[in-house]
């Protein structure tokens, strides 16, 4: 085999990693508000979102040509470049979760090709114009529009079911929950599953192996589904915490509310191929549906450090994406440094988790409450 080969399947490895932390990263987008109110046990809700998220990165590939052909000019790509962007977002993905912070699996994406592109090719090589339409205007606009939906939708849930009894509500929307847990699921497949479709889909095309313009064949997008369901089985227990227990008190009218209207507003993005940050919408669902309900509490602060992590993902991701990509340029032995860093640097974090981990057993309890004897396995 010869150093290009070598390389393209350390690129689609490298893919297929990436796509395992998005989907342990974003476990919390579709699941953190059913758990948190009891409507799904913690392994069953993952083992739902699973399944779903595979089912849905089969229902469309508007998102994936978007990425393979859209932020980046393919003709100046090259497979190194691509490498050491996916490194940089694999990074950013690890220290948010070690941190217990939601932010974009998506941002990082965009955030760690850009800056490998950038200090590969330079900036001409960026469609800035693109970056701006497709990912930092709906990055403006979908968390908001998530959450004055879910925030107005939560005051007429609460409006329409004043008269009926606590338990028969609280019960009513927790079965309701298990539909619109499952519809988040299913969208996030559809969009972030996409992501590392149109990666894997330019790295082929930068090799020569695909035209111009084409989309993921039928084994991109299997393996892209199988990487990101497995990795939302693995949980991400510690983003589920802050999702569901963090940001407000969740009832199961909350839930429901912030479920569905993330849900829409992903699959409409989708459609349109918007490759949307799903934990920003999901973010912003949840707050409002905090806001929407009275008397309820929302911690502005965790808020607050939810928010600097968005801003902080695109420029963080991209400066590793750069960094990695100066690194792998110098050499055949470039990018064997970039991958032994990388791996160093993942399992210190990892390591730096199991100190105080968060698993199943004590996602709903209170930060700081983590239960020795529990399963030390979870991510």
């Known amino acids: 085999m010869d150093g290009l080969s070598v390389l393209l399947v350390a690129v689609i490895v490298t893919a297929l990693a990436f796509d395992f932390t998005n989907g342990f990263h974003d476990t919390a987008n579709s699941m953190a508000t059913s758990i948190a109110t009891g409507a799904l046990a913690p392994r069953t809700a993952v083992v739902v979102a699973g399944v779903l998220n595979l089912a849905g990165a089969f229902l469309s590939t508007t998102v994936a040509r978007t990425i393979s052909g859209g932020i980046v000019d393919d003709h100046e790509v090259t497979l190194t470049m691509i490498f050491a962007g996916l490194i940089g977002a694999i990074l950013w993905n690890m220290v948010t979760w070690l941190a217990g912070l939601p932010s974009s699996s998506s941002h990082a994406l965009f955030g760690g090709l850009i800056g490998a592109v950038w200090v590969g090719a330079g900036g001409d090589a960026v469609r800035l114009g693109q970056v701006v339409e497709k990912i930092v205007i709906p990055a403006l606009v979908a968390p908001v529009l998530a959450g004055v939906s879910a925030l107005l939708a939560t005051y007429l849930a609460y409006v329409l079911t004043r008269r009926t009894p606590g338990g028969e509500v609280s019960r009513g929307f927790r079965m309701g929950q298990i539909g619109s847990a499952s519809l988040v699921a299913l969208a996030h497949g559809t969009n972030d599953a996409q992501k590392t479709m149109g990666v894997i889909t330019l790295t082929l095309i930068s090799a020569g ?44 009218p909350q839930g429901f509310t912030a479920e569905t209207t993330a ?50 993902t695109l420029p963080a991701a991209a400066a590793a994406g750069g960094v990695a990509a100066w690194l792998a340029g110098r050499g055949d032995i470039g990018p064997v440094l970039v991958a032994a860093a990388a791996l160093a640097a993942v399992g210190g974090m990892y390591a730096l988790s199991r100190r105080r981990p968060v698993h199943a057993g004590n996602v709903n309890a209170p930060a700081g409450a983590e239960d020795e004897r529990a399963d030390r396995t979870a991510v």
């Open 209 to 252: 192996l695909l035209s111009q313009g084409s989309g993921p064949p039928w084994w991109v997008t299997l393996g892209a589904g199988l990487a990101i369901s497995l990795g939302t089985y693995a949980g991400g227990w510690r983003i589920i915490r802050t999702m569901g227990r963090g940001l407000t008190d969740i009832e199961s």
């Open 263 to 312: 849900a829409t507003v992903v699959l409409v993005s989708s459609h349109m191929g918007f490759p949307l940050s799903t934990t920003q919408v999901c973010a912003g669902g949840i707050l409002g549906s905090g806001l929407g309900r009275k008397l309820a509490q929302v911690r502005w602060g965790v808020a607050g450090r939810i928010a600097v992590s968005w801003i902080l």
